[in-house]
């Protein structure tokens, strides 16, 4: 692993978020201003020709060379003027930015379309099935080391340990992933199904246990799991009538029905928290969401 000097995740994270900003939120003339001088000069250096950056960022570089040119970085400060400069050529940017989300939208919800019918046939197929749910992330204090070469280098692992179907996922009928990117400090994390033959096996807290084991030794210590299917989570969902995950069996119709919408996490663009989980940075040919067919 290449441990990175600063931050990168969390920069990308915050430049995507200044952008977006500028041009659909509430921030004034002197935060877009200070928050130039506090990034710009760390981003453009941490610049990887290899990333895919996201359309924010995109016309963050795009719009600050044509500002500044061939100057070096580090001279570089955003005064009233430049700053006035970025913020009109970043407008010109604003159609594309919303194309953008719109068509990211759009494919969250075929994703979606594709998730739930895999789902109820997997269902309709077997009369238990337990549904595991788990979210992959790394440690605060290790997460700025992490780069998207890194995340990409752990799920690669990862699913290289679910196709082969032995350990702790023995037994898996079917599994859908999604990769995103934390709002407030950049971290990379996974979301993570797994459908289990319910005749097989019925502890889901301690499979969900074994591949936070699993994650820790691909991530070399630095990762860890948040186990969605603990018994305090599991508690309040059932006081809720939202229990969809755990054992669930098909002539329990509020099951399945849970079942299904706790799948469908996986593939909203709107997080019940509110924030914007999008990935900001991927590799050429990287899919930020995948999910293997029912048996």
Not at 62 to 67: K, R
Not at 241 to 257: D, Y
Request: charge should be neutral.
């Amino acid at each position: 692993m290449i441990y990175s000097p600063v931050n990168h995740s969390q920069l990308i994270s915050n430049v995507d978020r200044l952008v977006r900003e500028i041009l659909f939120g509430t921030i004034n003339f002197q935060q877009i201003k200070s928050q130039l001088n506090e990034f710009y000069y760390s981003f453009m250096v941490s610049l990887d020709p290899d990333f895919r950056y996201s359309k924010p960022i995109q016309a963050f570089i795009e719009s600050t060379n044509a500002i500044i040119g061939d100057a070096y970085a580090y001279n570089v400060f955003w005064d009233n003027e430049k700053t006035v400069q970025f913020i009109q050529l970043l407008l010109s940017y604003e159609m594309a930015i919303k194309k953008d989300y719109s068509a990211w939208r759009y494919q969250s919800h075929q994703n979606g379309k594709r998730l739930e019918n895999n789902v109820r046939t997997l269902i309709s197929n077997y009369s238990r099935l337990l549904f595991v749910r788990v979210d992959l992330k790394y440690i605060q204090e290790n997460s700025h080391h992490i780069t998207i070469r890194d995340f990409d280098s752990h799920m690669k692992k990862l699913r290289d340990f679910i196709h082969n179907g032995d350990t702790c996922f023995k037994h898996l009928l079917s599994h859908a992933w999604s990769l995103e990117q934390g709002e407030e400090n950049g971290g990379f994390h996974c979301h993570l199904l797994l459908i289990f033959d319910g005749s097989k096996h019925y502890k889901d807290s301690y499979l969900a246990d074994q591949v936070g084991q699993k994650w820790r030794e691909i991530t070399e210590g630095v990762g860890y799991c948040f186990i969605v299917n603990n018994k305090e989570h599991k508690d309040a969902l059932a006081a809720g009538g939202r229990l969809g995950i755990g054992m669930i069996h098909r002539n329990n119709l509020q099951e399945v029905e849970n079942a299904v919408d706790a799948a469908l996490y996986l593939t909203r663009p709107d997080k019940r928290d509110g924030s914007y989980q999008r990935l900001k940075v991927t590799l050429p040919n990287m899919n930020t969401f995948g999910q293997s067919m029912t048996h």
